[in-house]
């Protein structure tokens, strides 16, 4: 219905001119309220990589290699298209953190009994008496301190709110980002949507 047809005045029987206004009549874009998330687990949004975490204090896992999941969300209100975020946009951006960790070998960089000397051909990784070498180009260095499912999420979950933080803004509220390490076995982060927030503690 165009503007002009529905009109700012109505007559009633008696002919008396009645002011109604347009948006309180018909609005065009009724108000909707509620929180909105847009989640994401597809199936070609997974990486297969190799890894090793430290545990209870000291104790060194040997290497080894997951099948990794991935999934993620936004949550936030609409926008002019109705929507939390472009499914494609969210999409693309794990797609791209997807493609830099699969088929490489995960390495902490800031823990702080695992030492990482990342020369321009290869990667020495040292932990007390054991020592590995990977070419340079098998290596994803990441800026966590264990490469658990968790600070991997987190990893995952603060570049993508880097690449689409400065294209959407503050509509959005938080992005939680999941990583499944074996077939159900998930490590989350949550973190605000803005960049500049205190991260939040999770639920
Ligand atoms: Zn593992």
Redesign the pocket.
């Known amino acids: 219905m165009s503007k002009s047809s529905s009109g700012s005045k109505a007559s009633n029987a008696g002919g008396q001119s009645i002011g109604v206004p347009l948006a309180s009549s018909l609005p065009e874009r009724p108000a909707v309220h509620g929180s909105f998330k847009v989640q994401l687990q597809k199936e070609q949004l997974v990486f297969s990589s190799a890894?090793?975490?430290t545990f209870a204090g000291d104790i060194c896992?040997c290497l080894?290699?997951?099948n990794y999941g991935l999934r993620a969300e936004v949550e936030g209100s609409l926008d002019e298209n109705r929507y939390v975020i472009d499914f494609i946009a969210f999409r693309e951006s794990l797609a791209e953190l997807v493609k830099q960790l699969d088929h490489h070998m995960l390495i902490a960089m800031h823990h702080p009994l695992i030492l990482v000397d990342a020369q321009e051909n290869e990667v020495t990784v040292r932990f007390r008496e054991k020592r590995w070498v990977f070419p340079r180009e098998d290596c994803m260095l990441l800026p966590i301190t264990n490469?658990t499912a968790e600070e991997i999420a987190w990893w995952i979950a603060t570049e993508v709110r880097k690449k689409l933080y400065p294209k959407i803004g503050d509509r959005l509220i938080s992005i939680e980002v999941g990583v499944d390490?074996?077939n159900g076995q998930w490590g989350c982060c949550r973190l605000p949507w803005n960049p500049s927030s205190p991260a939040m503690s999770n639920p």
């Open positions: 890894h090793f975490i896992e080894h290699g997951h490469t390490e074996n």
